[in-house]
């Protein structure tokens, strides 16, 4: 499967954005849609997930409540990112991953799409 992110850009602090995952060449379909991020000098985090299905969905602690994740009836998954914050600014990532239960770790993800530069301003 490739995944293509996009939508990242300049945006003040409290304002939002939303990011597109396309999942394209599916010779499986994925269990799972990842959002991680990763800030200057940090290691990539996860911040949200997704099932397939849309079933289930998962978040960090720091978007919970802020950020909210979804799939379209085709192959999109996005993430709508509300009441942005400085530190929220870093290089989006999506990924797919094969089971629901590691959607929280990194090295588990088979397969990544490039990454989108979210930058909050103040």
């Known amino acids: 499967v490739q995944l293509q992110a996009s939508g990242g850009g300049l945006v003040q602090s409290g304002g939002s954005l939303r990011l597109s995952c396309v999942a394209s060449?599916?010779?499986?379909?994925?269990?799972?849609i990842g959002w991680f991020r990763q800030g200057p000098g940090m290691e990539r985090q996860f911040v949200a997930a997704?099932?397939?299905?849309?079933?289930?969905q998962l978040y960090s602690d720091s978007v919970k409540g802020r950020f909210t994740i979804s799939r379209d009836n085709a192959d999109t998954v996005y993430l709508l990112m509300n009441s942005l914050k400085l530190e929220d600014t870093a290089v989006y990532y999506c990924?797919?991953?094969?089971?629901?239960?590691?959607?929280?770790?990194?090295?588990?993800?088979?397969?990544w799409g490039q990454g989108t530069l979210v930058t909050v301003s103040s």
């Open positions: 990924g797919a991953v094969s089971s629901y239960r590691n959607a929280r770790i990194r090295n588990k993800y088979n397969f």
């Open positions: 060449e599916r010779t499986f379909t994925p269990d799972t």
């Open positions: 997704i099932t397939w299905s849309g079933s289930n």
